[in-house]
């Protein structure tokens, strides 16, 4: 149990760094703004450590399932 909370502590800390550096860099502001910020990849970074967690625990239908959810809803 601590090693699947820890995995997505980790998958979520390296989300929000991303987020970070593209926020400090000036990529996610502006008028040339891209994609993305620290809440757009912190949640990447969750959905990214949730299924890589169905996908051992659950098997792939469930990480696939969670995939796919991911995209429609976005």
């Given amino acids: 149990m601590f090693d699947s909370l820890l995995t997505l502590v980790v998958a ?3 989300g929000a760094a991303v987020g970070v ?3 400090w860099s000036g990529h ?4 040339d703004a891209r994609f993305g ?7 990447i970074g969750v959905a990214g450590g ?9 098997g792939p239908a469930l990480a696939l399932a969670l995939g796919v959810v991911a995209l429609v809803v976005r």
């Fill in 21 to 23: 550096e593209r926020q």
């Fill in 50 to 58: 949730m299924a890589g967690g169905l996908w051992v625990w659950g």
């Fill in 12 to 14: 979520t800390l390296c």
């Fill in 37 to 43: 910020g620290v809440r757009t990849f912190t949640l």
């Fill in 28 to 31: 996610a502001t502006g008028p």
